[in-house]
């Protein structure tokens, strides 16, 4: 058995050692006897400035609910809305990445066929310039 296991938290433990101590249980004890032990020591020496959004996360992982207040409930709400629009920020970031990357090479291909032979860049340019109407007649 590890020492680890017999190590338990205090009321002045931080919640790092919070989840230390229960990771330290599951290997000594197992899973299930582990969240009783943890849960029973979280009853006698556990605090609300303890029960943070990351506590309640990991234990919840585990299979563990511990009591919260009105304020920690909203609190884990608006992280779990704060986590959406990260992961959401994120997909936002590679997608307006990659239409700039296709809008820039779909300009510079039309950049490169423009020079490549000079009677398009007169076209084109008549074509931008009467929006379309100088290919209808044949310009």
């Not at 000594?28 to 032990?37: E, H």
């Not at 990659?98 to 008549?126: C, D, F, H």
Request: glycine fraction near 14%; charged fraction near 15%; include cysteine.
């Amino acid at each position: 058995m590890s020492t680890q296991c017999l190590n338990i938290p205090t009321s002045q433990s931080d919640v790092s050692f919070w989840i230390a101590w229960h990771r330290a249980l599951k290997k000594c004890v197992g899973s299930n006897k582990a969240n009783s032990l943890w849960t029973d020591a979280w009853g006698r020496f556990g605090s609300d400035d303890k029960n943070t959004y990351d506590l309640r996360q990991y234990l919840t992982g585990e299979g563990i609910t511990i009591e919260q207040g009105v304020l920690a409930h909203y609190t884990d709400v608006i992280g779990g809305v704060g986590s959406f629009i990260g992961r959401g920020a994120k997909f936002g970031q590679v997608m307006g990445m990659a239409l700039g990357i296709i809008l820039v090479g779909g300009v510079g291909m039309i950049i490169y066929q423009m020079t490549k032979s000079p009677e398009n860049i007169t076209r084109s340019v008549a074509a931008i310039g009467t929006k379309g109407k100088s290919e209808m007649i044949g310009v």
